[in-house]
């Protein structure tokens, strides 16, 4: 609702003629913005038929911003010609001055000034006249004071043309009375209450008109999951990292790829039926890089690369059959190998998506959840650098401590140097669940303990991260 005493004064003004008033007159005389007639205007309507409103457009002619500073100050050239001694000035002094280019261009069309360009001192600008009218000036002071119909319209084009006029186009009301007009203001109800209806007084109230076409409030609908927000907010982090996300479009994968490229021997109890979820058609999986594939059976059979291995049996037949991932590291194995199949390059990548376990299904825990996980390979990778990266990215996410919420490490050399991978290079990696948070294993709390000391590669090899666990994550 507008304020009273400027409802009760349009409504007083809107009384005394008979053809109506002009919103923006009423605004002008009152010395008030338009926009607070506008809002009587809508509040009036709001109470019934008090007032009828016409929306009219009309077209008038405003200073600019440097129209106004001439109305005030006087023309360009007029100013240049004030600036000009008897003795004449310099023409290089008059350019100094902020109008002092646009007005001697002015000043010299109107022949109200002459160069001397063969002064002594140089070029210098003398008065040729004694006085000057500035019309520019009180053509835009009869504008200013609402008086643009004096001027023809040649005149006002050319003012226009110099950027000091602008015509624009105002909407006001044009303001009647109503069927219902009067000049004193009551509320009308919105409401029927119990207590009107007990006491009876309703039958004196005046009630606000329902208005059947109104549209009702929109639903809410459209969100966005809660686990896709957060996912989109991991996403983020990792491209502000420059991490490139890496391809995961594949559910059903290899065990070779799954466990064996990971190093995890075949009879891990994590590859029970228990577990992990087997396909029965296709069953298994034929298309293997194979001397990456004799590699990785030699090295879980026989050792290699500074390992003793596990010393069994590894049967192709158990990495052929085929599962519904357990984690997105499988994906992590390929894209390594595709990176040592070409020259290095230090890469850094990550991926979310959805992986499956066989588990019995609770309130915290469902056949599938999406993982999260990041991956770097570089020369000579340490602790250091994936407690670095680590606090970074949780510092992203809005973590300020330490929190058990993933695990980490750093990937066994008898899983990189089969790939081909140079000795040299190491790879951190890390990762977390989408849904549900996992308690610490071997990351952050063993890593945790090796604040404030030297790290070296044989320290990871043999500290507890990489001695017992799986190296998968």
């Known amino acids: 609702m507008a304020d009273t005493g400027v409802l009760e004064t349009l409504l007083q003004r809107v009384e005394k003629v008979d053809d109506g008033v002009d919103s923006l007159a009423v605004a002008t005389s009152l010395g008030v913005d338009h926009q607070v007639i506008v809002g009587a205007v809508k509040s009036l309507q709001a109470l019934g038929d008090v007032i009828s409103a016409e929306l009219r457009s009309s077209k008038h002619w405003e200073l600019t911003e440097e129209g106004t500073e001439i109305a005030e100050q006087g023309s360009h050239e007029s100013r240049v010609f004030s600036c000009i001694p008897q003795e004449g000035l310099a023409q290089s002094e008059l350019m100094k001055l902020p109008f002092g280019k646009i007005g001697f261009s002015k000043a010299m069309s109107s022949k109200w000034i002459r160069v001397d360009k063969a002064h002594e001192g140089g070029p210098r600008i003398f008065r040729t006249v004694e006085s000057i009218d500035d019309q520019v000036r009180e053509k835009l002071l009869l504008v200013q004071k609402g008086h643009s119909t004096q001027l023809e319209e040649k005149e006002k084009n050319e003012l226009k043309k110099r950027k000091l006029l602008s015509e624009v186009t105002v909407k006001s009301y044009w303001i009647t009375k109503g069927n219902s007009f009067s000049t004193t203001i009551t509320k009308q109800e919105t409401e029927l209450t119990p207590e009107m209806i007990a006491s009876g007084n309703w039958k004196e109230k005046k009630f ?36 490139t996300e890496m391809p995961t479009n594949n559910f059903i994968e290899s065990s070779f790829w799954n466990f064996d490229s990971l190093f995890q021997p075949q009879q891990h109890p994590a590859r029970d039926q228990h577990d992990t979820f087997f396909l029965s058609d296709p069953a298994h999986a034929h298309e293997f890089p194979q001397d990456y594939l004799e590699r990785v059976k030699k090295v879980h059979s026989e050792g290699g690369y500074g390992s003793q291995g596990y010393k069994y049996d590894w049967k192709i037949e158990e990495a052929q059959k085929n599962i519904l991932r357990t984690h997105t590291t499988a994906v992590s194995a390929r894209m390594l190998y595709k990176l040592a199949q070409q020259k290095f390059t230090p890469v850094k990548y990550f991926s979310i998506d959805r992986v499956f376990r066989n588990e019995t299904l609770d309130a915290t825990h469902l056949a599938e959840f999406h993982q999260i996980e990041g991956v770097v390979a570089d020369y000579g990778l340490t602790l250091g650098d994936l407690m670095g990266v680590l606090h970074q990215f949780f510092t992203k996410l809005g973590l300020k401590k330490w929190v058990e919420v993933g695990n980490s490490g750093v990937f066994r050399p008898e899983m990189l140097l089969p790939m081909g991978l140079p000795e040299d290079v190491s790879v951190i990696a890390w990762g977390l669940s989408l849904e549900r948070p996992t308690m610490i294993k071997y990351g952050i709390n063993n890593i945790r303990e090796l604040v404030g000391h030297k790290v070296n590669l044989q320290m990871v090899y043999d500290s507890p991260i990489c001695r017992n666990p799986p190296t998968h994550f």
């Open 208 to 243: 606000k008109p329902y208005n059947f076409e109104a549209m009702g409030v929109a639903p809410d609908c459209g969100h966005l999951h809660p686990l896709m927000k957060v996912r989109t907010q991991f996403r983020q982090i990792f491209l502000e990292m420059g991490f």
